[in-house]
T-cell receptor
Framework: SQTIHQWPATLVQPVGSPLSLECTVE??????LYWYRQAAGRGLQLLFY??????ISSEVPQNLSASRPQDRQFILSSKKLLLSDSGFYLC??????????????FGSGTRLTVV | AQTVTQSQPEMSVQEAETVTLSCTYD???????LFWYKQPPSRQMILVIR??????QNATENRFSVNFQKAAKSFSLKISDSQLGDAAMYFC???????????FGTGTSLTVIP
């Protein structure tokens, strides 16, 4: 069966420091991968999605970037964190772009606090 | 573009009672999928139930069932015999058969009162 792993679970970083969040999927090939951010008590904001290695689509211009160096690996990065980058970050995957019948399967999330 | 609307930011229910969470959506597609996700305090998103638009029968998963009204573009979630563990944020979501986007509502925060 397919599983999705996301780490770290919690991260406290100073302003101006770099960021790297990692997400990997097991048990499937060529997944569609997504990064979402969720502010406290708010809805989900799609940040990036990828349909294949090296293919990244950005939904919101910001201080963050994403990369997909391997088929089942998706990385969210920043060179210099801002206070406004604090939030809960969720990685997700789907077999069909946009979800389809299978919908999205989410990782367990990373709680990022920028101090 | 498709939109998903959850008009109830917060709901509460007594333990063991039944509660219904509302969701409406807008689409011009005839073939699509609807979902309810649960996000407990741990904040992991968990799929609760799925409905295929071409199926007239409402989906059911144990204590969770939906009332799917295709013509009205309504997709409500009914939780029966509510338990303390049902307390969470619930998100309604839409996926079209032709598009490349997954649309979420803004969520409904459910409190279960002991």
């Amino acid at each position: 069966s397919q599983t999705i792993h996301q780490w770290p679970a919690t991260l406290v970083q100073p302003v101006g420091s770099p960021l790297s969040l990692e997400c990997t999927v097991e048990g499937t090939s060529n997944p569609n991968l997504y990064w979402y951010r969720q502010a406290a008590g708010r809805g989900l904001q799609l940040l990036f999605y990828s349909v294949g290695i090296g293919q990244i689509s950005s939904e919101v211009p910001q201080n963050l970037s994403a990369s997909r160096p391997q088929d089942r690996q998706f990385i969210l990065s920043s060179k210099k964190l801002l206070l406004s980058d604090s939030g809960f970050y969720l990685c997700a995957w789907s077999q069909k772009i946009g979800g389809g019948r299978g919908g999205y399967t989410f990782g367990s999330g990373t709680r990022l606090t920028v101090v | 573009a498709q939109t998903v609307t959850q008009s109830q930011p917060e709901m509460s229910v007594q333990e063991a009672e039944t509660v219904t969470l509302s969701c409406t959506y807008d689409t011009s597609e005839s073939d699509y999928y609807l979902f309810w996700y649960k996000q407990p305090p741990s904040r992991q998103m968990i799929l609760v139930i799925r409905q295929e638009a071409y199926k007239q029968q409402n989906a059911t998963e144990n204590r969770f069932s939906v009332n799917f009204q295709k013509a009205a573009k309504s997709f409500s979630l009914k939780i029966s015999d509510s338990q303390l563990g049902d307390a969470a944020m619930y998100f309604c979501a839409y996926s079209g058969n032709t598009g490349n986007q997954f649309y979420f509502g803004t969520g409904t925060s459910l409190t279960v009162i002991p």
